[in-house]
């Protein structure tokens, strides 16, 4: 009955996966139906702002657990519907709840096993997880902060390297906003583009003048953690 226990919070997140993909609702999950369902869904929150917010954020926290594509079209969605600022905030929130929920849920399931396994295979999980162990806040923060890393491997990899759920946290809830904003500002006046039947250019992330800025900040983040790595073991050694 214990190991059972100890699954059941992963044995959660893919039961309702498996129903999630079998309701077929992920079809809503474009910029069609987001165009559609466009004035049925403000004239919603006109009368139901907070109801409308809060079941914004379940949605993106439940999406984000169990790891569905199309955070891009949520987060865009969040923008058009609530604006930059308030869709952002939102969307942070979400986010950060989701990340929080599957890394709590693989390290208590899998985190011995699977931790296992990645450091006798060795790649790219493995590289993570020992980044992370050797310094959790400072390179999940910038693995936020550079929109390279898939999410989800940086949740599973913190998971398995067991980092302290508060620098964890902190660190993705800071991390995702420069990135999250950006969406949700494109969004925000993505009315006129699915007027036009045009798809928004979510490749402005990686333009240089968005994803410059975004690299410094993980770079210096990632210098700072290497600093902090190395003058901590230049201290054991004396």
Known sequence: MAGFKKYLPL??????LVLVLASGVTKYLGLSAL??????????????????????????TLATAISIPGAAIL???????????V???????GATA???LIFYAVRTSLGASLRARAEASGGRLKAVIDGVREGAFGYILTLRLIPLAPFWLVNVAAALAHAPLGAYTLATFIGIIPGTFIFCGIGAGIGDVLARDEAPDLGIIFEPKVFVPLLA?????LGTTLY?????RKGEKA
């Open 35 to 60: 165009k559609e369902n466009g004035a049925v869904l403000r004239a919603f929150i006109a009368e139901n702002a907070v109801l409308a917010l809060l079941i914004y954020v379940a949605i993106y």
């Open 228 to 232: 902090q790595r190395f003058a901590k």
């Open 75 to 85: 987060t865009l969605a969040g923008g058009y519907l609530f604006g930059t600022w």
């Open 11 to 16: 044995i959660l997140l893919a039961v309702v």
């Open 87 to 93: 869709g952002g905030i939102a969307t942070v929130i």
């Open 217 to 221: 900040l993980g770079l210096l983040t």
């Open 98 to 100: 989701g990340a929080v």
